[in-house]
């Protein structure tokens, strides 16, 4: 188990398909400045022809080196400025004051980057976490832990904290602050691959409970994306317990849980995503389809950017819709878009109450679910 997270969090640092590079914006789009301030190592994107009117903090998965470029460069063609933050050293390389893995990570290195962000943008602009399976892990607790984060977008989410990447035996935490490990899960995966082990650890409510993100306090909208054929994790087991707990405590910002039925684990970003990956005698399957995981990343991509439209335009950001029938996504943009197919349905904490086949997915009345 140790050597196939080990490999995963490789291939997830080579996780975009060469085929990817087509479509999305520019090189000319976008400005990069590479930071290296008060101990952190990002890259800053920035759109070339108008002031940012939402900022991006940005974070990769269990890699945790620099996140996807191709990701950043396209938010920020798209207005938005993306602080894309490294917080380990990852497989492309040793990133120098960085750990080498995902282990014992300090938040205070996170608040570092947040408040460079915070300073570059000044002060009335909204920062929005994005973060793709352990960064969506991050990106969820972080946002937990600060009134000052506006949003968040998890792909391929967890509803728990677990340990540090590699580890076999339990002991080592991912997360600390102050010098002290997060409460996370302690009990070792195992030698079995894939999301049983993972379940095994859902099906049990004190291991829950003890490791449970608190995304109760997270002080805005949310935007969950996750495949119910994701072969890591079981993420979108995970985002319905991450909806359940906001519903039994009264979250009072929207919520969106788009969920896709043929998708791989690696949803976060423009064009097609690794679905397998193959070296020697060695192979993983993420998950899905080609055909289902391009569909899934274009609507999702497309969720993300209306979720951000919106908070840019000032907008209360809507709930996604009902559990309809079909293709059920976030936001009137993507019920026009091409992408939008059978592949992607969501549920909601909207107080609407769409429950209907034949009633459009996001009426005018789409409101906030309070509960």
Excluded at 187 to 197: E, K, N, V, Y
């Amino acid at each position: 188990m140790v050597r196939l997270i080990v490999l995963v969090a490789l291939l997830l640092s080579v996780s975009t398909p060469a085929s990817a590079q087509a479509g999305g914006a520019q090189p000319d789009e976008a400005e990069r400045l590479d930071v290296a301030h008060n101990g952190i190592a990002a890259r800053y994107y920035v759109p070339v022809d108008r002031p940012p009117g939402v900022a991006v903090l940005l974070l990769g998965g269990s890699d945790c080196g620099y996140p996807s470029a191709r990701a950043a460069r396209d938010l920020a063609g798209a207005g938005y400025a993306v602080l894309a933050l490294a917080y380990c050293s990852g497989f492309n390389g040793p990133i120098e004051g960085l750990p080498a893995s995902l282990a014992n990570i300090p938040l205070e290195y996170v608040d570092r980057g947040f408040d460079w962000l915070r300073g570059r943008i000044g002060s009335g602009i909204p920062i929005v976490m994005i973060g793709e399976s352990r960064g969506a892990e991050l990106a969820l607790f972080y946002a937990a832990t600060r009134s000052d984060v506006d949003g968040v977008i998890a792909f391929s989410p967890s509803s728990l904290l677990w340990g540090a990447v590699g580890d076999a035996t339990g002991t080592v935490p991912a997360w600390t602050r102050d010098g002290i490990p997060l409460p996370r899960v302690t009990r070792p995966l195992g030698a079995a691959a894939g999301p049983q082990p993972f379940q095994a650890i859902l099906d049990e409510p004190e291991l829950v409970r003890a490791a449970a993100i608190p995304v109760e306090r997270i002080a805005g909208p949310i935007l969950l994306v996750s495949s119910r054929a994701d072969n890591i994790w079981p993420a979108a087991r995970m985002a319905d317990q991450i909806e359940q707990r906001l519903r039994r405590n009264g979250f009072r910002h929207a919520l969106s849980n788009l969920q896709f039925d043929d998708a791989s684990h690696l949803l976060m970003g423009p064009g097609p995503g690794r679905v397998t990956f193959r070296h020697g005698d060695f192979s993983i399957h993420f998950g899905g389809s080609e055909q289902g995981t391009l569909a899934a990343r274009t609507s999702a991509w497309e969720a993300a950017k209306t979720f951000l439209e919106h908070l840019d335009r000032g907008d209360r950001v809507p709930a996604g819709s009902g559990d309809t029938a079909g293709s059920r996504n976030f936001g009137d943009a993507i019920l026009n878009s091409r992408a939008a197919g059978a592949y992607a349905a969501s549920r909601s904490c909207g107080d609407t109450i769409l429950n209907s086949p034949q009633r459009h997915p996001l009426s005018a009345s789409v409101r906030a679910w309070r509960a």
